[in-house]
């Protein structure tokens, strides 16, 4: 697999700590670790720094924390709601997908490894861009940060599709055969169907 990568690399840094991707409204928060004898101290990041390069104030109202183990996938997933991501344990492949309609970059997608054998830090999703978790080292422990409360938010407006779309032809880790997929995910619409006026009939 020849998947490049996503890199923190100077010429995207518009922060002190954050880096933008190829996709408008996916950043990458980088974390200053402190480490030693006794473990380690990291700053998951600033809102404060973060709203000052949305065009939105993000407010935390929901905390979630969920375990996956070895070639558990997870995707391709857009809730409606803007979440700030971390790893504190394990290693996570993600890939993430502009399914926004109006977008110029729709369709585009951008990989970013995460954890301890990846990058250090936290990623930033807006709303309408899907992604989704591939374990690469377990177990990995994953942390959101969302701006809804999930009794609360427009389901109706979630959208998913699916890992294996044709027209996206999403590059994975593990192959197919081997992953651990819920039905749902098994059973997610191609991007084609849910947007028909992007592809033409």
């Known amino acids: 697999m020849s998947t490049t990568l996503f890199q923190p690399i100077s010429e995207n840094k518009i922060t002190e700590h954050i880096y933008k991707t190829g996709i408008p409204g996916l950043f990458f928060l980088e974390n200053k670790v402190c480490d030693d004898e006794r473990g380690f101290f990291r700053e998951v990041g600033h809102t404060p720094e973060l709203n000052a390069v949305l065009d939105f104030e993000f407010e935390i109202k929901q905390i979630n924390h969920a375990r996956s183990y070895k070639k558990v996938v997870r995707g391709m997933h857009a809730e409606y709601w803007n979440k700030l991501i971390t790893v504190t344990q394990g290693t996570i492949y993600s890939a993430f997908v502009d399914i926004r309609p109006d977008s110029e970059t729709f369709g585009k997608v951008e990989y970013i490894q995460l954890g301890e054998n990846g990058l250090k830090g936290a990623i930033f999703i807006s709303k309408g861009i899907a992604n989704s978790v ?58 084609r169907t849910l947007f028909p006026d992007r592809f033409g009939r």
Do not use: G
């Open 134 to 191: 591939c374990v690469v080292d377990d177990p990995v422990d994953y942390l959101y940060f969302v701006d809804a409360l999930y009794k609360d938010r427009d389901v109706t407006k979630d959208k998913e599709f699916s890992l294996f779309d044709p027209d996206v032809k999403i590059e994975w880790p593990v192959p197919k055969e081997q992953m651990v997929i819920s039905e749902r995910d098994q059973n997610a619409p191609s991007l």
